[in-house]
């Protein structure tokens, strides 16, 4: 089954709007605000780590995205003159609010989380806004900055893992450094 088929036949209907809007910085903008609200109110630092590591990895996510997507490298899937599709801003920013609650409350709050990513990507593609690649790329930026930015993961004796994208002319990747 192709990937293009998900366009066509849109799955899921107008369900797809509720992946629009969770693929939006609302969830990582409640997440910090909840997080850095309580650290204030009740001194507690590991609270407000939380929050500055959402911010961070929201705020950097959204510039390097928006900055590719700046560059017109891709027309999106259907095909209105709209060259923003690569990379996926949704993923990303979706990614960057699942990595962080994956990094700061572990698997029983993070899989839900990518749970949500995965479905803000079925949503985008649903509504003919990206390819795979574009929502591949975007959760990898996402992710980079959600783990990278963390400062509590080299003190936890994991690996460290650095993804960057790469632009030159009309081709683009992604490289990925690696510390175990």
Not at 22 to 45: C, K, M, Q
Not at 48 to 58: E, G, N, P
Not at 89 to 118: K, L
Request: charged fraction near 20%; aromatic fraction near 14%.
């Amino acid at each position: 089954k192709s990937w293009t088929e998900i366009g066509r036949k849109k799955p899921l209907g107008s369900a797809s709007s509720v992946g629009y809007w969770l693929g939006r910085w609302y969830p990582n903008a409640a997440y910090a605000g909840a997080f850095l609200l309580y650290g204030e109110i009740a001194s507690d630092e590991e609270s407000v780590r939380k929050s500055t590591l959402m911010i961070r990895a929201t705020a950097y996510t959204g510039l390097v995205t928006e900055g590719i997507k700046r560059l017109h490298l891709e027309e999106r899937p259907r095909k209105d003159g709209d060259f923003g599709s690569f990379p996926s801003g949704h993923a990303s920013n979706s990614f960057a609010f699942a990595g962080v609650v994956y990094r700061n409350h572990g698997p029983a709050f993070g899989i839900p989380a990518f749970a949500m990513a995965a479905f803000v990507g079925l949503s985008r593609m649903n509504d003919n806004a990206h390819y795979v690649t574009d929502l591949t790329f975007g959760g990898a930026i996402g992710l980079g900055y959600a783990f990278g930015l963390d400062p509590t993961w080299s003190s936890r004796g994991g690996a460290e893992v650095a993804i960057a994208p790469i632009v030159d002319g009309g081709s683009y990747g992604a490289a990925v450094l690696a510390d175990f």
